[in-house]
């Protein structure tokens, strides 16, 4: 098992930027295939990007591509989300998660139910 724990959400204007990291404890979280996942209120949880387990495939939302980078560091067991260029339908609370299995593709990435293990979420509010 894995525990997830989420921090660095917070109120930005638009056009602003903030980093979210997801720490990581428990089984070595280098065998965890990693994922963002957001959801506003009123609507669905939906997938903002994924990661292999060693860092190097990256996926992402067409939403978000080009503004968030995904990464990670087995090292530190933490996962990250730079957000640049933030807008204010980004404002959601973001989720991580996990899974212990393989992934291949962005449509496997985005499927919630592939993720076994979810974090409390952060808030990420983007004023106008």
């Known amino acids: 098992q894995v525990q997830l724990v989420e921090s660095g959400g917070g109120l930005v204007q638009a056009g602003g930027s903030l980093r979210l990291s997801c720490a990581a404890s428990g089984r070595t979280f280098s065998s965890y295939t990693m994922g963002w996942f957001r959801q506003a209120p009123g609507k669905e949880r939906e997938f903002v990007a994924g990661?292999?387990?060693?860092?190097?495939?990256?996926y992402y939302a067409d939403s978000v591509k080009g503004r968030f980078t995904i990464s990670r560091d087995n090292a530190k067991n933490t996962l990250y989300l730079q957000m640049n260029s933030l807008k204010p339908e980004d404002t959601a609370v973001y989720y991580c998660?996990?899974?212990?299995?393989?992934?291949?593709?962005?449509?496997?990435?985005?499927?919630?139910?592939?993720?076994?293990?979810w974090g409390q979420g952060t808030q990420v509010t983007v004023s106008s």
């Open positions: 998660a996990a899974t212990g299995n393989l992934l291949y593709g962005r449509t496997n990435y985005e499927r919630r139910l592939m993720y076994d293990y």
């Open positions: 990661i292999n387990r060693s860092g190097g495939n990256t």
